[in-house]
Each structure stands twice: as C-alpha cells, then as structure tokens.
C-alpha cells in the first residue's frame, strides 16, 4: 500500500528564519493536497498540486510538486508566529478511495 | 456561509457509556468524512460517506464504532460502548466532489475524554 513519510516531525525557528516540509511517497501520485492545522483547531486546506513539477505560491508559502510526481515539499520564507502550526500532505494516487493525511509537521516559531 | 457543525465540542464521559457525536456538513455536499486525531495515530480516517451512502468504513476500528448519515444534512458516530482508548478529538469533515480526493473541509471537532 502507499506509504507517506512526512519529514521533519518537527521544527523550532527563529522568525524570520525559513521552513520546509518534505512529504515522500513509495508510489506516483495524481495530486497532493497540503492543509494546515492551528494548535487547538481542525485541518485547514491550503492549496492543490497536480502537475509534474509544478510550483505554486501563496504570499511566503511555496509549493512544490517533484517531477516523478512522488513527492512534494512547502517552503515558508521568513517564518512569522502566525505560521505556527502542523503542516499536513495529503497524497492521492488517485486508485484509492480516500486521502491518507501524512504525519504532519509541527512548526514552532519563536520571536 | 457556515462551515462544517459539529456538536459537542467535548465530551467527557465514563468508560461502558454510549457516546454519539454529531455532523452538519456544509450545504451542497455530497461527502462526508469522519475522522480522529490522536498523538499517537495521527489524522485517521474512519469512514466516508458519497451521496448518504457508506463508500468505504475499513478505517472504523471494531464494532464498537458504528456511523449513519440519514440524510444530506446530518450524521453521527456512535461509540458503544466507549473505552479510554477511543479518547481523541473526532473531526468531521465534507466535500462536493465524488470522491475523498476532493478538497475537504473540516469541523471544528468534538474533543472525547473516556475516563
């Protein structure tokens, strides 16, 4: 089956410092959907990738899908406390019947 | 627009009691997931529903847990009876396509505490 390894667990920045989230599949995937969830909150949808290499931006947020269509990274520029959060993928290889979210990445940021 | 209901927000309850959890998806959807959260686990999806209709429960962890959506407006998970291991926030979310891959939206959840 697939497996979606989420890398780091976890990261602890200075603002102002930069972030990345690495989301790596054992099979090709049709998309990818990234979400964000807020201490205390529910999963928020973020944004959709479904082209090899594609690159999308969201003001300091860039993301990523890799040209084998296997993985996919988030990159924040210029962390700010409001990006404090988990930062969950959610792959699809388009046979399943249902997003599998991966292990998230938990952002701590510190002024 | 009102997003995703779901009620209660927490729920603390005696282990061997019955605990039903609630959904009101966003109007014009046709799926409806339920899913829970733990440390441990992570975000697990439970079951998901197309058009009212149960598509894919294999993520319902025994016969303890059991969900009906009635009508396009309304669902509920049911825990029967309930352990200290189903403690976990219970999010329910929804969609408008035809299958999970759909962008998702979320409730706010229900926190369940099984002492």
């Known amino acids: 089956g697939q497996q979606v390894m989420q890398i780091p667990q976890y990261q602890h920045v200075q603002e102002g410092e930069d972030f990345t989230t690495y989301c790596n599949s054992s099979?090709?995937?049709?998309?990818i959907q990234w979400y964000k969830q807020r201490p205390g909150g529910h999963p928020v949808f973020l944004i959709q990738?479904?082209?090899?290499?594609e690159v999308k931006k969201q003001k300091r947020l860039t993301f990523q899908f890799g040209e084998a269509k296997k993985n996919s990274s988030l990159h924040i520029t210029a962390t700010q406390t409001t990006d404090v959060g988990t930062y969950f993928c959610?792959?699809?290889?388009?046979?399943?019947?249902?997003?599998?979210f991966g292990t998230g990445t938990r952002l701590q940021v510190t002024l | 627009d009102a997003g995703v209901i779901q009620s209660p927000r927490h729920e603390v309850t005696e282990m061997g009691q019955e605990v039903t959890l609630r959904c009101k998806p966003i109007s014009g959807h046709n799926s409806l997931f339920w899913y829970r959260q733990t440390m441990m686990r992570g975000l697990e999806l439970l079951i998901y529903f197309n058009n009212n209709v149960p598509i894919d429960d294999s993520g319902m962890p025994e016969d303890r847990f059991s969900a009906k959506m009635p009508n396009a407006s309304f669902s509920t998970l049911k825990i029967q009876p309930s352990e200290p291991r189903d403690s976990a926030v219970y999010f329910c979310a929804s969609s408008s396509g035809q299958g999970a891959a759909d962008t998702q939206y979320f409730g706010p959840g229900t926190r369940l505490t099984v002492l």
């Open positions: 099979t090709t995937l049709s998309n």
């Open positions: 990738l479904v082209k090899s290499g």
């Open positions: 959610a792959p699809n290889t388009g046979t399943a019947s249902k997003l599998t």
